[in-house]
């Protein structure tokens, strides 16, 4: 780890662990508040994908004709982490972007769909981000989880994406939740199966490779410059606190079922 990833690393060690020990895992007792979750926390999942296509917007070369853009290694690292979030593998097989799975897993759990779906449908008919959120009546944690999402990528800069999307991952699910749907299979076999595979792909790439990647990504981006450096070390903790809010805010709407 070099010293600036060090220095990353220190800056946002409260909130990691405030992200890591957080209550609301405490309160997902049974499928029912499992769903629940999974319900706020695909707007997660699908806003994810979304910094990093605005990373790969910025930093590769999306038009035609086609030129060489940016930096190589810079290119390299975004295309192969797109490959492996938009064009994963299903249970089956089959190719599937990491939003497509959770999807399946959602439905497999019993969990509603519609919200986002709808969310969904809003944007493929050209209906804007905050435009679609309203109408899709998602609860204000989400909206506002959401709209941070967007603010950052509003603001343009690469090392600020970059680190956003590689500090407010999905590496900030801790062991205990693995634990948790484990127990949950066990309760009610067949109804967690894509969840379970889910969170083992994320484990597996998050940890062993995009994890990496994403932290060399925001380093060679900054480029030594101390103010890259300073604004990418700021996105990377408001991010973990806009996480934080989203989780007080499931938490909330679990404790009031």
């Known amino acids: 780890m070099t010293s600036f990833q060090k220095t990353t ?24 508040d499992l769903a629940q979750f999974m319900e706020c926390h695909v707007f997660a999942v699908w806003d ?5 296509k605005a990373l790969q917007q910025r ?8 030129v060489p853009v940016g930096d190589n290694q810079v290119r390299r690292l975004v295309n192969e982490i797109v490959l492996g979030e938009e064009s994963d593998r299903a249970p089956d097989g089959t190719p599937s972007s990491h939003y497509e799975l959770y999807l399946q897993a ?3 759990a019993g969990a509603d769909t519609t919200a986002v779906q709808g969310f969904i ?3 493929q008919q050209g209906a804007g981000i ?3 959120l309203a109408a899709s009546g998602v609860t204000d944690c989400v909206a506002e989880f959401v709209r941070h999402t967007f603010e950052v990528i509003a603001g343009g800069k690469p090392h600020v994406i970059a680190a956003a999307f590689t500090y407010g991952r999905e590496d900030l699910i801790p062991a205990m939740f693995h634990e948790l749907v484990a127990r949950l299979e066990a309760e009610f076999p ?11 792909r994320h484990i597996q790439l998050d940890g062993d490779e995009h994890g990496e990647m994403g932290r060399t990504m925001v380093e060679l981006l900054c480029g030594g410059i101390p103010q890259r450096e300073a604004e990418a070390c700021a996105a990377a903790r408001e991010a973990l606190n806009a996480r934080l809010r989203l989780w007080d805010g499931i938490a909330a709407l679990i404790g009031s079922r």
């Not at 994810?48 to 990093?52: D, E, I, T, V, Y």
């Not at 930093?59 to 086609?66: I, M, S």
């Open 106 to 108: 959602m439905q497999e």
């Open 9 to 32: 690393a220190a800056e946002i060690e409260t909130a990691r662990a405030a992200l890591l020990g957080h209550p609301l895992y405490a309160r997902l007792s049974t499928l029912g």
């Open 59 to 66: 930093l590769t070369c999306v038009q035609v004709p086609w």
């Open 48 to 52: 994810f994908m979304s910094l990093l």
């Open 121 to 123: 449908q809003q944007l």
């Open 190 to 200: 067949g109804r967690l199966k894509i969840l379970r595979y889910y969170l083992d």
């Open 130 to 132: 905050f435009e679609a």
